[in-house]
């Protein structure tokens, strides 16, 4: 099985990416990196996690933190070595066949596409809770055409949405983070220090809870993808790259584990507001801030419009890569003034089909979308391990000046990783709510890895 396309070998210097643009710099790259962290996962999907899990949330936001760590240090070796709009499809192509960059990038495309949908419809349900009587299905258009456009025009303007989106994510999720720390503390004014009463009992409901906190906040981390796709497009990608990941380690602890901490050292882990109110509006009522639950819902509507955004660009940009590989419908590939046009149409076509589906098909149709997109990020992690697995060795043999990062204690801690992924697999398969996840996306995967395989043996023997 040949690791390259015969028309288009990705060992070539930024094969197929050389009629995009540059036009993102390095502040817009770095506010990506760092505002990617915090997507709508963390604020909307965090206070089931809480629920099951009680306090130890801490500790299963902690164990897929090292994960994910793990992950973008595979990702961002590979990214730096070889930078690409295709990311970690182009590196699985690169490792194991075109059969495998097929199967990552189209079931990533997929994934991406149905997200802008579902976070459209989660924006559109906020504003229409201010504007009680206006349609959500207008609302989800509005947002589709206005992050269309920008991504329609140039690549600048997906990254100043993003830098300004990410400005106020981190602006927001620092101050909820110094309010909580005074008020653990004792020194905020108005408020008394709950202590530790409010994590004592640390696992409410036993290890079957802890597990159902690591599978929520496992698929809360997705999206940290985005940087690696959008440094392609940067001034120095390689440099863009390595800041990025080098920096993960302390925004994930900061961000993600510290805020749990601070949300469940101050409100009680069975308080009803936690799920219906949300964890952050419940931990701002705690402290008696007037206004928190419009003001996080304000945060909320940023954090979705933002994944919106990155989304319709990063999935723009996977399959512009898969078709410049030969993986795709060549009319996807066309690119005007530095931006593939008709990859975004597509892209937000798709989205805005699956927001009619739920309107359309809520019962049937739209759930096993949902389910099939389910697992395809863990789908995308193992395949950049094995890709990381294989091509290391080949980097250092060839061209060991690329490793610009290297990733920690090669192999061991590739294994540990993939270790890791192949328990929560099992964990999902023990979960009946997560059981079907796993095998809808099984499914699909299965049937793009034939599809991928078939194609390439064709195109092999042709």
Same mark, same amino acid.
């Given at each position: ?14 094969? &197929? ?5 540059? &036009? ?35 500790i299963a936001y902690a164990v897929s933190g090292l994960l994910v760590m793990l992950v ?33 990038? /189209? ?11 579902? *976070? ?30 920008? +991504? ?7 990254? *100043?949405? @993003? ?32 202590? #530790? ?10 290890? *079957? ?15 940290? @993808? ?8 940067? *001034? ?33 882990? +069975?308080?009803?507001? %936690?799920? @219906?109110?949300?964890?952050? %509006? ?10 928190? &639950? ?16 990155? +989304? ?47 309107? /359309? ?19 995308? /992690? ?31 801690? #590739? /294994? ?14 023990? @979960? ?8 809808? $996306?099984?499914?699909? $995967? ?17």
């Amino acid at each position: 099985m040949s690791p390259t396309t015969p028309d288009a070998p990705p060992d070539a210097p930024a094969a &197929g990416d050389v009629p995009l643009s540059h &036009g993102l710099k390095q502040r817009h790259l770095s506010m990506i990196a760092l505002g990617g962290v915090i997507g709508a996962g963390l604020f909307v999907g965090s206070g089931a996690g809480i629920a099951a899990a009680g306090p130890s949330i801490v500790i299963a936001y902690a164990v897929s933190g090292l994960l994910v760590m793990l992950v973008m240090r595979m990702l961002g070796e590979m990214s730096a070595a070889h930078p690409s709009s295709g990311s970690f499809s182009a590196h699985a192509e690169r490792a194991m066949g075109p059969w495998a960059g097929f199967t990552a990038g /189209w079931s990533f495309w997929v994934l991406l596409c149905t997200a802008v949908g579902l *976070e459209g419809i989660g924006a559109a349900k906020i504003v229409t809770g201010w504007l009680p009587g206006t349609p959500e299905w207008g609302w989800v258009a509005l947002f589709m055409v206005v992050f269309c456009a920008a +991504n329609l025009a140039a690549v600048k303007n997906f990254g *100043e949405f @993003e830098f300004w989106f990410a400005a106020l994510k981190v602006g927001a999720i620092g101050l909820f983070l110094v309010l909580g720390v005074l008020a653990i503390a004792g020194v905020l004014p108005g408020t008394d220090s709950p202590g #530790t009463a409010n994590l004592a009992d640390f696992l409410p409901h036993g290890g *079957e809870g802890l597990v159902i906190g690591l599978l929520a906040s496992v698929f809360a981390y997705g999206g940290l @993808e985005t940087v690696t796709i959008a440094a392609a497009e940067s *001034e120095d990608p390689v440099r863009g790259v390595a800041r990025a990941v080098r920096t993960a380690m302390w925004r994930i602890a900061l961000f993600y584990i510290g805020s749990m901490a601070v949300i469940v050292t101050l409100v009680p882990w +069975n308080s009803k507001a %936690v799920v @219906e109110q949300g964890p952050y %509006v419940a931990a701002l009522d705690r402290l008696g801030i007037p206004g928190a &639950g419009q003001l996080m819902n304000v945060v909320v509507l940023v954090a979705l419009l933002s994944a919106m955004n990155a +989304n319709i660009y990063g999935s723009s940009r996977i399959a512009y890569s898969l078709v410049e590989r030969g993986q795709g419908p060549q009319a996807l590939g066309k690119v005007s003034a530095g931006v593939p046009r008709v990859a975004v149409l597509v892209s937000c076509v798709f989205g805005f089909v699956c927001v009619l589906l739920s309107y /359309w098909r809520p019962d049937d149709v739209f759930p096993w979308l949902l389910n099939m997109i389910g697992a395809v990020i863990l789908v995308v /992690w193992i395949f950049i391990a094995v890709s990381q697995l294989r091509l290391r060795r080949t980097v250092e043999r060839e061209t060991p000046g690329k490793l610009v990062v290297r990733m920690w204690l090669f192999p061991v801690l #590739t /294994w540990v990783a993939l270790a890791g992924m192949a328990a929560i697999l099992v964990l999902m398969a023990r @979960e009946p709510d997560t059981r079907v996840q796993l095998y809808s $996306t099984g499914a699909m $995967t299965l049937l793009l890895a034939a599809a991928g395989y078939t194609r390439q043996r064709t195109r092999t023997r042709s």
